[in-house]
Nanobody
Framework: HVQLVESGGGSVQAGGSLRLSCAAS??????????ISWFRQAPGKEREGVAY????????HYSDAVKGRFTISRDSAKMTVDLQMNSLKPEDTGLYYC??????????????WGQGTQVTVS
């Protein structure tokens, strides 16, 4: 039974950095080997895609809102996908989720999600 768990959220001043991590639970068995996407949702706003990384980490994609500031990477040994967030802005505030993605920005049909981690930028 696969579970995803996010960590690393917190509060930071504008211009600061945070690093989020998405970990697969130990009972994934062989192959934490699928596209992982990060989404975020601000209060009163629609959930939006932030970044995703392909199987093996060969391909990454970023939304225009975070391109050049965020970096997504995966550590297959640790079974984590990390999101390094630099030059944070107040509009980056929100609940950040990782999910088993499909290489698109759509999210309603995705079935495997973490519980979310809060990022607050002031």
């Amino acid at each position: 039974h696969v579970q995803l768990v996010e960590s690393g959220g917190g509060s930071v001043q504008a211009g600061g950095s945070l690093r989020l991590s998405c970990a697969a639970s130990e009972d994934t068995g062989p192959g934490y080997d699928y596209t992982i996407s990060w989404f975020r949702q601000a209060p009163g706003k629609e959930r939006e895609g932030v970044a995703y990384i392909s199987t093996g980490g060969r391909t990454t994609h970023y939304s225009d809102a975070v391109k050049g500031r965020f970096t997504i990477s995966r550590d297959s040994a640790k079974m984590t996908v990390d999101l390094q967030m630099n030059s944070l802005k107040p509009e980056d505030t929100g609940l950040y989720y990782c999910a088993k993605g499909d290489g698109s920005w759509t999210w309603r049909h995705l079935e495997l999600w973490g519980q979310g981690t809060q990022v607050t930028v002031s």
